[in-house]
C-alpha cells in the first residue's frame, strides 16, 4: 500500500531530523523495524542505548551505526563481543564496510591495527584498556557492546558489570542483549552510576529500546 501523503511527510521530517540514519539505513536492502531505527535515531541524538531483542532479530545493526557514526565524525568505535570467534566475525564483516586501514581487531590471539578508528576486541581487552591505558580512549566516540547479558554470568559477569554500571566518560554507549524478563534491572543499575540517566520506554514490547538520556 502507497503512503498517504502524511505519511510520506512524516518520514521527510525524520529523515531531515536524523540524516545520518537514514544515510545508513539505505545501505541495506531491507526497511528497518522500529525498534532499529528508533536505536540509531537515539544515537544520533547524542544518547546512549540499550537494545533488547531476541536472537536474530536485528539488534546489532544498532551497534554497527555506532561504527558508522564514529567513521562520519571522526571519532572512534570500540566494538566488544564476549568470545574471540564472535570478534573475528564481526572484524571481517566491518573490514568488508570500512577496509582494513580503518578497523583493527584486539583479542587474546590477535593485534592488528589497534590504533584504528574502529577496533572490534573482546570485553576483557576493554577492561583492561580502561585500567592500563586509559590514553587510548581519549578520543573513543562509541563503545558496543554486544551480548550484554553476560553480565549474568559467574565466572565473566562481573567484566560487564564493571563497565555497565561504575565506568564514566564521555562516550555514548550501545549496549545488545537478547530478550530479558528484566531488562529494567539493567536500566536502574546504570541509571544510578552513569553520568547521564538512564531512561526506560513504559512500554514494554519483544522489541525493546532504553536509552540513557
Not at 2 to 21: F, G, I, N, V
Request: proline share 6%; with cysteine; hydrophobic share 40%.
Amino acid at each position: 500500500m502507497d503512503a498517504s501523503p502524511a505519511e510520506r511527510m512524516a518520514a521527510a521530517r525524520a529523515r531531515a531530523r536524523h540524516p545520518l540514519t537514514s544515510q545508513f539505513a539505505e545501505q541495506y536492502s531491507f526497511p528497518f523495524d522500529d525498534f532499529q531505527r528508533a536505536g540509531c535515531q537515539s544515537l544520533e541524538d547524542g544518547r546512549s542505548v540499550l537494545v533488547a531483542a531476541p536472537t536474530g532479530a536485528g539488534k546489532t545493526i544498532v551497534g554497527e551505526f555506532a561504527a558508522f557514526l564514529a567513521d562520519h565524525t571522526g571519532t572512534r568505535c570500540f566494538y566488544t563481543t564476549p568470545i574471540k570467534a564472535l570478534s573475528n566475525q564481526k572484524y571481517q564483516e566491518m573490514v568488508k564496510t570500512y577496509g582494513p586501514s580503518h578497523v583493527g581487531l584486539l583479542t587474546g590471539d590477535s593485534s592488528i591495527n589497534g590504533d584504528a578508528p574502529i577496533v572490534v576486541m573482546t570485553t576483557e581487552v576493554l577492561r583492561n584498556m580502561i585500567y592500563a591505558n586509559p590514553d587510548a580512549i581519549k578520543e573513543l566516540g562509541y563503545v558496543v557492546m554486544d551480548e550484554v547479558h553476560y553480565l549474568a554470568d559467574k565466572f565473566r559477569g562481573a567484566v560487564w558489570k564493571r563497565y555497565s554500571f561504575t565506568y564514566r566518560n564521555g562516550f555514548r554507549s550501545c549496549l545488545c542483549q537478547r530478550r530479558s524478563p528484566m531488562p529494567r534491572s539493567l536500566a536502574n543499575g546504570s541509571s544510578q552510576c552513569a553520568v547521564r540517566p538512564m531512561w526506560f520506554s513504559p512500554n514494554y514490547v519483544p522489541f525493546l529500546s532504553i536509552n540513557i538520556s
